[in-house]
């Protein structure tokens, strides 16, 4: 894939003829607010594009695409930067906050969402409803970004991966067209929009499937650290036989020692785990009884969760934040897996991870989707594992990688299947995800949509 015959690379000066072309404001380097604009909510992510695009609205969009593809300049989208990469440098990157659409139809069951939208605007619509739709752990990010990743909802192993939510697509493809994208009209395009990342198009506004579940419970169990060893055991144990509706996470925290942390939890160290449940209070009872019984609970927060309160289970940050993070699926997770884990990191004054997570996943993200699926349909262990550090200064960045290598070879032995790209650090392959059968599917849909290569994602396919 080759830019047009004749175009050439543009410095700032012919950059600055997008001004007259597009309502939205457009930053160069060095000007007044382009540092703010190119830098995404992973702040450790050292993103360096040729131009910033806050577009006004899709049309803007579309010009901006048509633009770089007239000159073989490549573009990008990136709401807000969750999963952000290297890989937007020297583009013209595109913020869509402004196309903040939510529309939803209850009786449908549907929603229409534009790309700017986070995950806590769209939730907050539902509530009341009695609907849920396959949101994530923190409401700050993307709704597009994550389901072009793939998604691992709290709710997926009732219901699958969060890309399967997705019914249709608008997008502004690497030829400047403005598309309605649906099974019916490109079922290529949109099995690779299912999963398989921001390549294939600008998103302008997505079109997903609601739920039906009116009655949601959540919230997190915390323990001290000395506890891990037991809480981890019976989550295993609770995990081994839950169903669908129940889901579990099980995380070691470190707290850094910093003023702007509360005092109960300044520079000490937790077992915690989290959980949602699809039904009745008192059937998730029998499950959580282990857990509780399991070390000395300092807090628990389990009770009726409102969809749109949904964030406050995890409780994730939700200001900017530098991380370096990884993440592998595991096979198993089992007592042999739990002393290698505790032997990694479980001791805070022998590794510099902040956050060690165990996701339970299984059901319905092992069974294939029926119809066309998606490039991201399954993940085929039952555990994820996924770990982050915090480089609050340079001088932590060395030890963060060290110790995310650590914690790779304490998981080694049970690594297995593929996960998505929402959890696809910086650097990992994209074969962590998708096999090669499904990278070739990925390019040929990319050659065909996209024939000059000017539509680049957070994980290239090339």
Not at 82 to 103: C, K, M, Y
Not at 232 to 246: I, N, R
Not at 292 to 311: C, K, N
Not at 415 to 421: D, I, N
């Amino acid at each position: 894939m080759t830019a047009p015959t004749g175009t050439q690379p543009l410095g700032a000066p012919a950059l600055a003829d997008l001004h007259p072309r597009v309502r939205g404001r457009v930053l160069l380097p060095g000007a007044e607010g382009f540092a703010a604009a190119a830098t995404p909510w992973n702040v450790a992510v050292a993103q360096r594009p040729a131009a910033v695009v806050e577009v006004a609205d899709a049309s803007d969009v579309v010009e901006v695409v048509r633009f770089c593809r007239v000159h073989g300049l490549r573009v990008s989208a990136q709401p807000g930067g969750h999963g952000a990469t290297e890989a937007l440098s020297g583009t013209v990157l595109l913020r869509t906050g402004a196309l903040d659409e939510v529309w939803v139809d209850a009786d449908a069951r549907v929603a229409r969402v534009g790309a700017g939208v986070k995950w806590g605007a769209l939730l907050e619509s539902l509530a009341g409803t009695g609907l849920i739709a396959l949101a994530g752990s923190n409401p700050d990010v993307s709704v597009v970004g994550y389901l072009l990743g793939g998604g691992l909802s709290w709710f997926s192993r009732r219901y699958g991966v969060a890309a399967r939510s997705l019914r249709a697509v608008e997008l502004v493809d690497g030829t400047g067209t403005h598309r309605w994208v649906t099974e019916e009209s490109d079922p290529d395009l949109m099995w690779a929009l299912r999963g398989g990342g921001g390549e294939f198009g600008i998103v302008t506004r997505v079109e997903v499937a609601l739920q039906d579940e009116p009655e949601l419970h959540g919230g997190k169990l915390m323990f001290p650290i000395s506890d891990a060893p037991s809480v981890l055991a019976a989550f295993t144990e609770v995990t081994a036989g839950a169903p669908s509706g129940l889901t579990c996470w099980a995380t070691l925290m470190h707290f850094p020692d910093v003023a702007d942390l509360p005092e109960p939890v300044r520079g000490k160290s937790f077992a915690t785990v989290d959980v949602t449940w699809l039904g009745p209070a008192e059937q998730a009872e029998a499950f959580l009884a282990p857990i509780r019984a399991a070390g000395t609970v300092v807090s628990d927060s389990f009770a009726a969760v409102s969809i749109d309160r949904l964030g406050d289970v995890a409780a994730e940050p939700t200001s900017p934040t530098p991380a370096i993070d990884w993440s592998a699926v595991l096979a198993r997770f089992d007592a042999r897996g739990i002393t290698r884990l505790l032997d990694a990191v479980g001791d805070p004054g022998r590794t510099a991870l902040n956050v060690i997570q165990i996701r339970h996943l299984g059901g319905a993200l092992k069974v294939p989707s029926e119809g066309i699926g998606g490039a991201t349909d399954t993940v085929g262990g039952d555990y994820l594992v996924f770990a982050f550090g915090i480089p609050a200064v340079p001088e932590l960045v060395e030890p963060i990688r060290g110790s995310i290598q650590t914690l790779a070879a304490a998981c080694a032995p049970d690594v297995s299947g593929r996960g998505t790209l929402t959890f696809l650090g910086s650097g990992m392959p994209r074969s962590s995800v998708h096999d090669d059968a499904v990278v070739d599917r990925l390019r040929a849909v990319k050659g065909r949509v996209d024939p000059y290569g000017i539509i680049c994602g957070n994980h290239p396919l090339d």
